[in-house]
C-alpha cells in the first residue's frame, strides 16, 4: 500500500508559478513511477505529466510542455510540479499518482494509487 499526500496548491494570478508536492508513504518509493493528473471542474481526469522510477525519463501533455517540469527525489519519497506561466485554464484539481508499470508514464493509465488531490486557481 502506498499513502499519497498532495500539498502546494492555491489561488495564484495568470502568468505565475506554483510547486506542487507529493510526499509519499508506504512500499518502496523508488520501486514506483510516479505522475500528475488533474481534473477541472465538469471535464474528465486527465495526465498531465510522468516521470520514471529513478527520474530517468519523463513525458507531459501537450498544452503543459515547456511550462510545467516533474521531478523526484527518491531520498525523500517525493515527487514536485513545478508550474511556470500558469494559465487560467490550468485550473483543476491535481492528483498525484503512483504505478509500478510505465505504462502511466507513456501513455497516461495504469494507476496503482491516488492522493486526494490538491486544488489549483489560476485567476486571469
Known amino acids: 500500500q502506498v499513502q499519497l499526500v498532495e500539498s502546494g496548491g492555491g489561488l495564484v494570478q495568470a502568468g505565475g508559478s506554483l510547486r506542487l508536492s507529493c510526499a509519499a508513504s508506504?512500499?518502496?518509493?523508488?520501486?514506483?513511477?510516479m505522475g500528475w493528473f488533474r481534473q477541472a471542474p465538469g471535464k474528465e481526469r486527465e495526465f498531465v505529466a510522468g516521470?520514471?522510477?529513478?527520474?530517468?525519463?519523463?513525458n507531459y501533455e501537450d498544452s503543459v510542455k515547456g511550462r510545467f517540469t516533474i521531478s523526484r527525489v527518491n531520498a525523500k519519497n517525493t515527487v514536485y510540479l513545478q508550474m511556470n506561466s500558469l494559465k487560467p485554464e490550468d485550473t483543476a484539481v491535481y492528483y498525484c499518482?503512483?504505478?509500478?508499470?510505465?505504462?502511466?508514464?507513456?501513455?497516461?493509465?495504469?494507476?496503482?494509487?491516488w492522493g486526494k488531490g490538491t486544488l489549483v486557481t489560476v485567476s486571469s
Open positions: 499518482a503512483a504505478s509500478q508499470s510505465i505504462t502511466m508514464v507513456t501513455k497516461g493509465g495504469g494507476v496503482d494509487y
Open positions: 508506504g512500499r518502496t518509493f523508488g520501486g514506483y513511477c
Open positions: 516521470i520514471s522510477w529513478r527520474g530517468g525519463s519523463t
